[in-house]
């Protein structure tokens, strides 16, 4: 089961970086808040590409 979890990160963070999927999307797919996918972004050296409107779409979907 790890080796399919850590398959799943792979694919996810791939997507990410490929601009395939948006950083909420990514935190979603993966089930964590996207507070803990930038921290995911940063302990694996991952450039965080995210713009400011990629930011407002993100917090649009965030409960309030």
């Known amino acids: 089961e790890e080796g399919l979890a850590a398959e799943k990160k792979r ?3 791939s997507d990410y970086k ?3 999927i948006s950083l909420q999307k990514a ?3 993966l ?3 996207l507070v803990e996918m930038i921290e995911l972004m940063q302990k ?3 450039y ?3 713009t400011e ?3 407002r ?3 649009k979907g965030l409960p309030r």
């Open 27 to 29: 935190a979603e797919l």
């Open 11 to 13: 694919k996810v963070l």
């Open 31 to 33: 089930g964590i808040h």
């Open 57 to 59: 779409e993100d917090l």
């Open 53 to 55: 409107e990629e930011l």
């Open 18 to 20: 490929e601009r395939r």
């Open 44 to 46: 694996e050296g991952l």
């Open 48 to 50: 965080l590409d995210y």
